[in-house]
């Protein structure tokens, strides 16, 4: 638009004055002596444009000549440029893909070449990082002195620089290190966001609940953190010191301190209730329990509230059941009202309430508080019971098959036995085949024996055995006396007595092998060995 607009005048600039001279033609006369030059005045005008038109292009001519050194700085600085920011640009991308050693490999190349102090710090914060990544902690180090380095007095990238080594440090776990990188930034009274969540970070990893308590409240207030994660940190942090406090005066301070919405926090509640009922308010130490669980029920408050002495029973039952009215299938609250019958000695409600709740929900302390229930009413078969089964539900108990005896295995073929006698065989072809082979009488079936762990008394219980078992057949003639190897064999591998486990009495004496009728061991229940080693 201006060349349109400076044709246009220069137009007509032209063309009045080419009507003014038409108007007063004349002559233009110059004196140089010995000269006399005479024009007409429109020559002369012309001659003076033209004039003009040359010299103002030969000064432009002249000064583009004299710029070029100045022109030839600007573009190496342009191409220089062009250079870091192509390696800045690799050495970022590298590093968001996780290429870490590609990534360092261009940032260490952009900090040596470029003369640019905000890309030298930049280029060293981001190795530095890319170090990190690579778990080389002594090159990141380096790098980051680098950048400090390089970084001077300007506060701006100072600031940069501690804030990139504490999120470092808090990374490797060092946050007594990372709080002292950032305590700077305190002192100068600092207070960006990301630096007081590097600060949370560090005081909780610390256990500083204090500050850890201030500094979520900042931040909530700010809306900096996300709302949840924010009223989480402040309830455990607020909890922790109400428990840390030293003396009386100092928690009810503390308790002061909190405002109403924080004091209705699980945790935080639960720490009030116990501090209350350590200093005897049980009724203030209820009043804080109601009002949390009012506004919202968890079950660790249900289960502090149910906790309490004969003497607050009634109150607190009454409260209790107009939650259950709210709430009529709540394990949670069934499970509280049982307890707290329990306390009161109301044997009867104690136990419709827990029953009710285990029958929604078996766990292991409903469980238990039946199994209490029932041993206060002598039903000591129920508590057992019901004591086992919170043992059960609490913890992973291995099942064990049924109780088996196996006949012992035939050696005899095996090519790598050792025969006291002849010494070691290799070959089975040369072990010497047996006179005979001993088959163990069938071992008598016994009563499906019942889950081990969750009967232990399943062994004691077992039903009695044969009143009066079969006589034995006696030996055969024929039968060839058992060689001493078959002996151990077969003692080695006798099934283990069930129903004699712990007794101290003695063994009965075996009746003497020429006997023809034997009875069953008394202990084991299996029938003697017939055809031994003693003479038929």
């Avoid at 295995?409 to 070959?427: C, K, N, W, Y």
Wanted: glycine content about 6%; charged content about 25%; hydrophobic content about 45%.
């Amino acid at each position: 638009m201006r060349t349109w607009f400076w044709t246009l005048l220069l137009a007509v600039v032209a063309v009045a004055v080419a009507v003014l001279l038409r108007a007063h033609p004349g002559n233009v006369v110059l004196l140089v002596s010995p000269f006399r030059v005479e024009l007409s005045l429109t020559l002369a005008v012309l001659l003076l444009i033209a004039l003009f038109v040359a010299i103002y292009v030969g000064l432009r001519v002249l000064a583009w000549l004299l710029a070029i050194p100045d022109r030839m700085r600007a573009w190496r600085g342009r191409r220089a440029q062009a250079r870091d920011h192509e390696l800045l640009e690799r050495g970022w991308i590298g590093l968001l893909e996780g290429r870490y050693a590609h990534a360092e490999k261009d940032l260490a190349k952009l900090l040596d070449q470029t003369k640019a102090r905000n890309r030298r710090v930049l280029a060293a914060l981001s190795a530095a990082r890319a170090a990190q990544g690579l778990g080389e902690f002594v090159r990141r180090d380096l790098m980051l002195d680098r950048a400090r380095e390089a970084a001077g007095s300007e506060p701006g990238l100072i600031e940069a620089v501690a804030t990139v080594t504490a999120d470092l440090l808090l990374e490797q776990g060092q946050p007594t290190r990372a709080l002292e990188v950032l305590a700077p930034l305190q002192d100068g009274g600092a207070r960006h966001l990301h630096t007081l969540r590097l600060l949370l970070r560090a005081e909780r990893a610390l256990g500083h609940h204090e500050r850890v308590f201030v500094l979520a409240r900042g931040l909530l207030r700010r809306g900096a953190m996300p709302r949840e994660e924010a009223v989480r940190i402040i309830g455990v942090s607020g909890a922790a010191r109400l428990r840390g406090a030293l003396d009386e005066g100092q928690w009810r301070n503390i308790w002061k301190d909190l405002k109403a919405e924080e004091r209705l926090l699980p945790d935080i509640a639960l720490a009030g209730a116990a501090a209350f009922e350590a200093s005897g308010e049980s009724d203030e130490a209820a009043r804080v329990l109601e009002a949390a669980i009012a506004q919202g029920f968890d079950p660790r408050l249900l289960n502090a509230y149910s906790r309490c002495d004969a003497a607050q029973v009634p109150r607190r039952l009454e409260r209790a059941e107009k939650w259950l009215q709210q709430r009529p299938t709540d394990p949670d609250v069934l499970c509280a009202l049982g307890m707290l019958c329990l306390t009161g000695q109301l044997w009867g409600q104690a136990e419709r309430y827990l029953r009710r709740a285990v029958d929604r929900r078996a766990d292991a302390r409903t469980h238990a508080l039946l199994g209490s229930l029932y041993d206060r009413l002598d039903r000591q078969d129920d508590a057992v019971r019901h004591w086992r089964l919170a043992t059960a539900a609490g913890i992973a108990l291995p099942v064990l098959a049924a109780d088996e005896a196996l006949p012992a295995a035939d050696m005899h073929a095996d090519p790598s036995r050792v025969d006291p006698e002849s010494g070691f065989l290799s070959d089975a072809a040369e072990a010497p085949a047996p006179a005979s082979t001993y088959v163990h009488d069938p071992v008598p079936a016994a009563p499906p024996a019942a889950d081990y762990v969750l009967e232990p008394d399943a062994r004691g219980r077992a039903e009695p055995l044969l009143a009066e078992p079969a006589p034995s057949s006696p030996a055969p003639a024929s039968t060839p006396a058992e060689s001493a190897a078959d002996l151990e064999d077969y003692f080695d591998s006798a099934p283990i007595p069930v129903a004699g486990l712990g007794d101290e009495e003695p063994e009965p004496a075996v009746p003497p092998a020429s006997s023809t009728t034997q009875r069953d061991h008394p202990d084991t229940g299996f029938p003697p060995k017939t055809g031994g080693s003693g003479k038929s």
